[in-house]
């Protein structure tokens, strides 16, 4: 009777388990979903909102002229503020929406790459991390594009996995689309393409399909570029640019990644030590024998590989554009955020190997430390360089801006940050 009872119950623990974890994803988005939403309309607006507001506002041609950076963005917010209005709650509103579908397309990636249970981890890490929830309460870019890249890597790797037309077409589509949102996409088809080269090494003719497809993504652009080529070079190539310190675009990045953008410096140096040490960890773990997800007995599994890949090709690219070091900001290597996420999962998986309490220790300290970051970022305005109380248009209007209020005209795009200046100081 004993042995019975001690079996259904077990049966039963494992059908709630079962429930549990379908649940789950569900769970996360919907608190992504409120995080996200929570005081969207609390921090002032900035100096690139402002634009992007205006971008949006203004006369197409008008708009159109003050771009020298991929347009596709602000042409949505133009639709979505047709659709919902000109507040600064509803423009925030569409990265908002982009941020909370972060967390299962994170899910749905870490699942293919490393199993249920570890997605669950890392859509629990992108559901909480500052870093995503900043972004997804800004009227920029950044949700968007991640999301775009997010859709181009799970279709590249169906691609990889069945070679089917279809999910070619997907990710080529995706990485088109997104190169119309952000050009660091760039450094994204770039590390698709080395990891299709180090895992396909004989296999000439998928490896030509994938890169003439690619190919024709890359010139799709072309028009694009060669109607803002002078423009965009003085933004890619400044004549002051130097190459960037390595070390500093380390150091910002990981800080970012690590605690967001709310705690100042020196104190978020210290903090974001946490999130470094696990992703370290992580990284190391990656070299173990034992294999996750779905590898195989090799230490060297595509699972692997393609973190590894994903991780260092767009930090190297990066570190390689001649940018000054003034225009950095890591918010161009947002591409490998999901990669970090998932070697700070795998530092604590690691961490858990070896002892719960140090497993409890990590875990405990990665919790504080972002808790710590959202209060302040959810309690105290960001007190950002070229930040300014909120805009009375954004707040008050619904309706186009005139020629007259624009920080921008034809004639002088490339004064903006003057204007805003002289207006709003």
């Known amino acids: 009777m004993k042995s019975f009872l001690s079996g259904a119950s077990l049966s039963i623990d494992a059908r709630l388990l079962s429930r549990l974890i ?7 988005c919907l608190t992504a979903f409120c995080l996200r939403l929570f005081r969207l309309n609390f921090h002032p607006i900035w100096f690139d909102e402002d634009l992007a507001y205006q971008r949006a506002t203004a006369a197409l041609d008008v708009a159109l002229a003050s771009m020298n950076g991929a347009p596709l963005y602000y042409l949505l917010l133009r639709g979505w503020a047709e659709l919902t209005g000109h507040s600064l709650y509803a423009l925030r509103f569409l990265s908002m929406l982009c941020g909370t579908l972060t967390v299962p397309l994170i899910y749905q990636l870490g699942r293919r790459l490393l199993g ?36 181009s890597l799970y279709a590249f790797l169906r691609w990889r996995a069945t070679l089917r037309w279809v999910d070619l077409f997907w990710c080529s589509l995706a990485n088109l689309i997104c190169l119309y949102t952000h050009y660091v996409t760039l450094l994204v ?12 090494p004989l296999c000439w003719k998928k490896i030509g399909t994938f890169f003439a ?25 400044p004549a002051d640019s130097t190459v960037l310190d390595p070390w500093s675009i380390l150091a910002r990045t990981w800080i970012e990644f690590g605690v967001g953008r709310a705690i100042a410096p020196p104190f978020s140096l210290y903090l974001a030590g946490v999130p470094l ?79 719960r309490v140090l497993f409890m220790a990590g875990l405990a300290l990665l919790i504080g430390i972002w808790l710590l970051a959202l209060g302040d970022y959810y309690l105290q305005p960001l007190n950002k360089l070229a930040q300014r ?14 020629k007259s209020e624009l920080l921008f005209t034809r004639d002088s795009a490339d004064r903006e940050t003057n204007l805003f200046e002289q207006r709003w100081i």
């Not at 379908?22 to 996360?28: E, F, G, V």
């Not at 088809?189 to 180090?198: D, E, K, R, T, V």
């Not at 707040?395 to 186009?400: K, L, N």
């Open 213 to 237: 497809g690619q190919t024709l993504v890359v010139l799709a652009l072309v028009p694009w570029l060669w109607r803002v080529q002078n423009a965009l070079l003085r933004v890619v190539a």
């Open 277 to 355: 040490f696990l992703a370290l960890a992580g990284l190391l773990s990656l070299f173990a024998k034992p294999s996750f997800g779905r590898a195989t007995t090799s230490p060297w599994t595509e699972s692997r590989l393609i973190l590894l890949i994903w991780l260092i090709v767009p930090l190297a690219g990066t570190m390689l554009l001649p940018r000054a070091s003034v225009r950095f900001s890591p918010k161009y290597l947002i591409a490998i955020t999901p990669v970090f996420y998932l070697l700070v999962l795998l530092g604590l998986r690691a961490l858990h190997q070896e002892s």
């Open 389 to 402: 109380s909120t805009l009375p248009i954004v707040m008050q209007g619904e309706r186009r801006l005139e």
């Open 116 to 151: 249920v249970r570890l997605a669950l981890g890392v859509a629990f890490i992108a559901t909480f991390t500052p870093f995503y929830i900043y972004y997804s309460q800004e009227a920029r870019t950044y949700a968007l594009t991640l999301v775009l890249m997010l859709v």
């Open 189 to 200: 088809i770039a590390a698709q393409g080395a990891f299709l080269l180090a895992t396909l």
């Open 22 to 28: 379908t649940c789950m994803p569900y769970l996360l």
